[in-house]
């Protein structure tokens, strides 16, 4: 009996905005518990949601990204519950329209496109963060509010592979978009994962078992294996009914799935609609133009940098994925440099490097302007190509202009003749038996010429040039 | 009789102590708060020195804010509601916070945590709710203008007890934000006043659109003030004959005579050249009100009232985990008629409920809404009595009288202004008649409120006298 896993996603992410999804508060992480609060946040009697367009904005970039379709009609509804980390008692959510629904996209696994379907994307908030102790624990609120948006897809991805492919996709298009910073070490992104098992070539679904709060890609690879294998091994010794609908949890220390309750088919959330929040119409002039706001997206980008400017497909994968490294490229095209030549340096020197220093390319001090005074003499024949290697580390711990580094470090190639010929005459003067046993017919002495002249000038000269003077003077 | 006072104010202060004297020497239980050290600010703004009270479910900014319930008895705001910011910016002194039915759910003005209101015209006889602080203060001449809010007729039918006048503009006219949510889409801020005209004048320096309410609208074009004196022209009025027809099954002796006297009402108001035509609506729809009004009011009271856990702001209570102290603060914070409606709400919104009662409480709204504003195509108003009789003893069948009343709730249901004006006297106690207009037809509404109170001849009437 051959098993096989279908896995559904729900990515939550908190998107960027100046401030908070229903108040005036900044929507910015702070240390400081309780320091970026409003009486909204906190809800205080009398204090009323007032929705951030921004926010509704960036869900609309994310539902546009995903083809999703988009309602006419904003709506947002309430999600009645009472957690200590939920002020007012419920949370405001979409349930009722969200603001994505039946979305498709193509996502790279490895060398094969895979199609994913978007169930839904809607916009809610964020709640407070709790910090457990021995006996107690404190809010704080900082979170509370925060914009959120969670993305939904049907379960319609087949290994774990897939399933972190989708959401590193997705995190690029949030980044592209600008919708958010989308970075997991600041706990921007969390992730629920429906993991269930059915027989290869059946039709129903198996049971499904969702892991709650999984907040790196590492681990929802990890706890998508985890399930897999305990699934599985339930299924293979006869004890299927074990497998239950119920939330588990991904533990980190033990890297393995723990039992928070048994479903939520028991939890009703008494959705209704926010009678504080009118009905608010989407006008096509809007969606116009947040849709002339999309950048060109990494799959497109990729694309054209193959078909364009004949990348391997490797290079251009490298390039494209972070919008910061594909910004760079394309601002390396912009002023002058030769694409096949910006994409080998960004690839090997300057990949390597920033991922040598653990750095980013966007607080990168080599700026494309600074490549550019790196190649153009290398292009030019003024430096050879191992200075130009050197010139790229020497700007990176100096921090200063290549210019000015290759005059400091006399990097300049000597190709003045008159120097050249002086130094050769020399060169030729001193080893008359060297100029006799080649003109016997010892050709291989002409590199031991070249050689003296390198040695003298440090290596320096132009060897086009000294070849050029040394047959001259050889004749 | 605020343009009265304002010529009177010669020497600063002395308007405020003076109802901060009668607040403290009045025998109504009308105060959760009485402010003692209110002060005039500024002397030359619209409503300078004149003093006002704001039932307890205002957010007032540094002042006890407790709704009347017990699980917001120690409750200090650090913000104020913005129709008490917009008083504060033109003059207007907060003297007290008054006594109202728990969290606004109640209409007899009996439930708050301090206890029962006393009707000013009859010790005897309750208020009606839930602003019924607001009301028997204004009554009672304390002070010239009270702060209130309505969800199912909460300043109208208590203006229509203590023979003063209530008034809650269109929906979204004056911000809710800082008015402790009740049921969202049927609360509204109103005042209540002696006459038409302070009503107006009031309302005009509070309404406005208020970028923390989403639901405020701009309402720059509207001088209420100024409408009243417009030329009234033939307006057409209308009244429900099934509403006002005798055949209550348990009628009273003071519903007859409160009806007798509105047919009166209705031949003086003609006497000004109004039409005033019978509409007969299906009574099945017109029972369906008062269950349509109960069920979504309690699911979203329900929810607006989940905030009130202790945990932030109120009494916090005993436990050893969160949920064990939001349990008892929710266990001891409020009534068990409060506590009734939260499981009422809680049982419409169910997923398996939803449908057959909050939904279906969505339709009739919808259909009565809509009937209505069909009428309002040919009519200028809606004239109805506002109470069905006058202010019940306390100790009387309270919920007989109530629950037939329950027609005010149609002006929550659509938004319509609404105005309740005293009509007149049964048994010595003052009853009202209400008119409800078209949304955002404030102006013609207070235009035909103001005429009607002119030939009815009860403006200014308090119990310390007329006029």
């Known amino acids: 009996m051959a098993l096989k896993v279908v896995i559904g996603l729900e990515m939550h992410c908190e998107l960027k905005t100046v401030s908070k999804v229903f108040s005036k508060s900044k929507n910015e992480y702070n240390d400081l518990p ?163 098992l059915m027989e290869e070539g059946s039709t129903t679904l198996g049971t499904k078992v969702e892991v709650k709060n999984v907040n790196s890609f590492s681990n929802v690879h990890a706890a998508i294996l985890y399930e897999i294998d305990r699934q599985t091994r339930l299924i293979k010794a006869g004890r299927q009914d074990e497998i239950i609908q119920e939330t588990r949890r991904w533990d980190d220390e033990t890297s393995t799935t723990v039992r928070m309750r048994e479903k939520v088919e028991s939890v009703d959330y008494k959705y209704y609609i926010d009678p504080n929040i009118p009905k608010i119409k989407i006008e096509k002039e809007w969606l116009d133009e947040i849709k002339a706001e999309i950048p060109m997206l990494p799959l497109m980008r990729k694309k054209s940098y193959i078909d364009q400017y004949n990348l391997s497909n490797y290079d251009a994968g490298v390039i494209i994925k972070t919008k910061e490294n594909s910004d760079y490229f394309e601002e390396c095209l912009e002023i002058g440099i030769n694409p096949k030549e910006a994409a080998n340096w960004i690839t090997s020197q300057i990949m390597g490097y920033l991922n040598k220093y653990n750095l980013e390319i966007n607080e990168f001090y080599l700026t494309p302007k600074r490549l550019f005074e790196i190649l153009e003499p ?55 038996t060297q100029v006799e046993e080649y003109k016997d017919g010892k050709t291989n002495m002409f590199d031991y010429f070249v050689g003296q002249v390198m040695k003298e000038t440090k290596g320096k000269a132009n060897p086009v040039k000294v070849k050029e003077i040394l047959l001259n003077r050889l004749i | 009789m605020i343009d009265t006072l304002k010529t009177k104010l010669k020497t600063g202060d002395e308007l405020i102590n003076e109802s901060i ?76 916070k008054t006594v109202m039915d728990e969290l606004g759910m109640g209409e007899t003005g009996t439930t708050g945590h301090t206890g029962a209101v006393k009707n000013p015209w009859d010790n005897e006889r309750i208020t009606g709710g839930s602003s019924a602080g607001s009301c028997a203060a204004v009554a009672a001449g304390i002070v010239p203008f009270a702060l209130g809010s309505d969800t199912g007729g909460s300043i109208r039918k208590p203006s229509s007890y203590c023979g003063v006048v209530g008034y809650k503009p269109t929906y979204g006219m004056i911000s809710r934000y800082g008015l402790f949510a009740l049921a969202s889409s049927f609360d509204h801020v109103g005042v209540i006043t002696t006459s038409v005209k302070d009503a107006a004048l009031v309302v005009d320096t509070i309404k406005g659109i208020d970028e923390n309410d989403m639901t405020s609208w701009d309402s720059s074009n509207i001088n209420l003030t100024s409408s009243l004196t417009a030329n009234i022209k033939t307006k057409k009025l209308f009244y429900i004959k099934e509403i006002c027809e005798n055949n209550y099954s348990d009628t009273l002796d003071e519903t007859t005579k409160t ?152 002006a929550n249901f659509g938004g319509f202004p609404s105005i309740t004006i005293p009509s007149g006297f049964v048994n010595n106690m003052p009853v009202g008649i209400n008119i409800t207009g078209n949304i955002k037809d404030d102006e013609n509404l207070l235009n035909i409120a103001y005429n009607i109170e002119n030939i009815l001849g009860y403006k200014n009437q308090t119990t310390k006298g007329g006029k």
């Open chain 1, 34 to 196: 309780n320091s970026v609060v409003s009486p909204v946040d906190m809800a205080f009697p009398g204090t009323m949601p007032l929705l951030n367009k921004e926010a509704v904005k960036n869900s609309i970039k994310m539902a546009m990204c995903l083809n999703c379709a988009i309602p006419e009609i904003l709506i947002f509804d309430r999600k009645n519950y009472f957690y200590p980390d939920l002020s007012k008692g419920y949370q405001i959510t979409q349930n009722t329209s969200p603001i994505g629904v039946n979305g498709k996209i193509e996502v790279e696994v490895g060398d094969a496109l895979i199609p994913i379907t978007i169930h839904d994307i809607h916009l809610e908030e964020d709640t407070a963060s709790l910090d457990h102790y021995f006996d107690y624990s404190l809010i704080d609120y900082n979170r509370a509010g925060v914009p959120l948006l969670e993305i939904v897809t049907d379960p319609c991805i087949y290994s774990p592979d897939a399933a972190v492919a989708f959401l590193e996709h997705l995190r690029n298009i949030y980044k592209y978009t600008g919708a958010s910073d989308a970075d997991t070490k600041k706990g921007q992104i969390r992730c629920d994962v429906n993991v269930s």
């Open chain 2, 259 to 410: 009806l007798e006297l509105f047919n009166e009402t209705l031949n003086k108001v003609r006497t000004l050249g109004f039409t005033v035509d019978e509409i007969s609506i299906d009574k099945t729809l017109l029972n369906a009100i008062y269950p349509a009004y109960f069920t979504i009011a309690s699911a979203e009271a329900t929810s607006n009232m989940a905030n009130l856990t202790g945990m932030i702001f109120g009494p916090r209570g005993k436990g050893k985990t969160a949920e064990e102290m939001m349990f008892d603060h929710r266990t001891n914070g409020f009534s068990p008629l409060i506590k009734r409606k939260f499981i009422i709400g809680s049982y419409v919104l169910r997923a398996e409920n939803i449908d057959r009662y909050l939904f279906n409480s969505a339709k009739v709204r919808k259909i009565i809404t809509d009937k209505i504003s069909d009428l309002f195509k040919t009519y200028d108003g809606m004239i109805l009595p506002a109470s069905l009789s006058p202010a019940p003893k306390a100790d009387d069948k309270l919920p007989v009288y109530l629950k037939t009343e329950q027609y005010l709730a149609i």
């Open chain 2, 21 to 96: 004297i009668k607040a403290k020497n009045s025998n109504l239980n009308a105060f959760v708060t009485i402010i003692n050290d209110a002060k005039v600010e500024d002397k030359d703004l619209v409503l300078s020195g004149i003093p006002y009270v704001a039932k307890d479910n205002f957010s007032t900014k540094g002042i006890l804010s407790t709704a009347s319930s017990n699980s917001l008895k120690d409750y200090i705001p650090f913000f104020d509601a913005t129709a008490i910011k917009k008083l504060k910016e033109t003059g207007a002194v907060n003297i007290g």
């Open chain 1, 378 to 432: 290398l292009n030019k024949g003024k430096i050879s190509s191992k200075q130009a290697k050197e010139l790229f580390f020497k700007v990176l711990e100096d921090e200063e202009e290549p210019e000015v580094l290759i005059k400091k470090y006399n990097m300049e190639q000597l190709d003045n003749d008159d120097e050249l010929t002086q130094i050769i005459n020399k060169i030729l003067e001193n080893n008359k």
